[in-house]
């Protein structure tokens, strides 16, 4: 059983945990993952280690809440257990010897650029970050970014805060503009890091994407987590997270990505109802 130590509402869908468990914490390391069971009845899902502790062995997670499972950790508060907590999994983010980097963060995705964001920090390079939301409602992080970037984009498709328009958007104006960057680390929706693979690939920029497909148990075995990198399949549990963005077929990622969809909103819908919660408070 793992604690939950301390729990944030980021905003009305996304909530971060703190959660006691020190062995993982003492090896994390930026862009490796954990997989969760909130309960006895409850399925395995991946999360990404959001950031650790391993002064007082605690790791973070941030999650969307977008179906039963989440639904049912959401409901944890602190002082309650998790069940089931095993990592730290997939390979640790290739970020050493890098000196300029741009960090692009697309929503939740936000969660997994932060301790990229952050370890480059703190080994001197120079970061600039750009984080993208739908609207204001929606941003998360923004104080934590902007501890750790020499700078930082907002924007918004509405421009209800920062700027309006695209990621992308940023990130060609910085090319424009003269900039220079190692290496170009984009997290977040599938077609947000197939658009930026796009973009940089026309200004031949290194780039790398976490991919998030479907998982089952983490450790290779089942398949589910299968990726076509250039002529390969590769696993993301093992062989990744992190991928060559110019090499990801992102079109067989999003239509992998949404066999389940169906199946998913009707078991966040029967978990809502289990707990008897209101429409909006179960609302994806």
Same mark, same amino acid.
């Given at each position: 059983m793992f604690k939950v130590v301390k729990k944030k509402i980021l905003n009305s869908n996304v909530s971060m945990m703190e959660i006691s468990a020190k062995m993982i914490a003492d090896k994390a390391r930026p862009g490796q993952f954990l997989m969760l069971r909130v309960d006895q009845d409850g399925e395995r899902i991946p999360l990404t280690i959001a950031d650790c502790n391993r002064k007082y062995g605690t790791v973070s997670i941030i999650f969307q809440i977008v179906g039963s499972t989440t639904t049912r950790l959401n409901r944890l508060n602190e002082g309650d257990h998790i069940k089931d907590l095993v990592g730290p999994l997939g390979k640790a983010s290739e970020l050493d010897g890098l000196k300029k980097v741009a960090v692009i963060g697309g929503g939740v995705g936000c969660a997994i650029a932060y301790p990229v964001a952050k370890y480059l920090h703190l080994s001197n390079a120079i970061v600039h970050s750009i984080i993208g939301f739908r609207n204001k409602n929606l941003v998360i992080l923004q104080d934590e970014f902007e501890k750790i970037s020499n700078r930082l984009i907002i924007m918004t498709d509405d421009g209800s805060f920062g700027n309006k328009g695209l990621v992308t958007d940023a990130l *060609? @104006?910085?090319i424009n503009s003269g900039e220079k960057y190692d290496k170009v680390i984009a997290i977040g929706p599938l077609v947000m890091m197939k658009f930026v693979s796009r973009l940089t690939q026309k200004h031949n920029i290194k780039t790398t994407v976490s991919m998030n497909p479907i998982m089952i148990? %983490?450790?290779?075995? +089942?398949?589910? +987590?299968? #990726?076509? #990198? %250039? @002529? *390969? #399949?590769?696993?993301?549990? #093992?062989?990744g997270p992190d991928f060559d963005g110019h090499l990801v077929d992102f079109d067989e990622a999003i239509s992998r990505s949404m066999m389940y969809r169906d199946f998913e909103r009707e078991s966040h819908e029967k978990t809502c109802n289990l707990f008897k919660r209101s429409q909006k408070e179960c609302q994806i």
């Open positions: *060609e @104006n910085l148990d %983490g450790t290779g075995m +089942c398949g589910g +987590c299968r #990726v076509r #990198v %250039g @002529n *390969e #399949v590769k696993f993301a549990c #093992v062989d």
